[in-house]
Nanobody, 134 residues
Framework: QLQLVESGGGLVQPGGSLRLSCAAS????????IGWFRQAPGKEREGVSC????????YYADSVKGRFTVSRDNAKNTAYLQMNSLKPEDTAVYYC???????????????????????????WGQGTQVTVSS
């Protein structure tokens, strides 16, 4: 069974840090781009950060640039989202998602990371809640 499982969410004070993990089972992440998305109550799901299969290309939403860092360890079949200087407006359910890219044209592989659009990603985790509050 193909699964993505997020972990690392929780309650943190403003200015604090969290590290989210996204572990894959049933398939290897080597050939997949990974995206991190979030959805706050009453808001649409937004792309937070995306990373290519080889980590050569990344994307960050303007709202998280300089605070969040995406990474991956293909040997551990896991991707990460390091979140620093957290703000109350970062409160949301965070999802990781994956899309197979090895059989795609290079221009598509570049686009899917640079646009970080949820509609391009086929495999989704169950989400983990991040709450930033004092």
């Amino acid at each position: 069974q193909l699964q993505l499982v997020e972990s690392g969410g929780g309650l943190v004070q403003p200015g604090g840090s969290l590290r989210l993990s996204c572990a894959a089972s049933g398939f290897t992440l080597d050939n997949y781009a990974i995206g991190w998305f979030r959805q706050a109550p009453g808001k649409e799901r937004e792309g937070v950060s995306c990373i290519s299969s080889t980590s050569s290309s990344t994307y960050y939403a303007d709202s998280v640039k300089g605070r969040f860092t995406v990474s991956r360890d293909n040997a551990k079949n896991t991707a990460y989202l390091q979140m620093n200087s957290l703000k109350p407006e970062d409160t949301a359910v965070y999802y990781c998602a994956a899309v197979e890219t090895s059989r795609r044209y290079p221009i598509w592989r570049i686009r899917v990371v640079r646009t970080c659009n949820a509609g391009d990603f086929g495999f989704w985790g169950q989400g983990t809640q991040v709450t930033v509050s004092s």
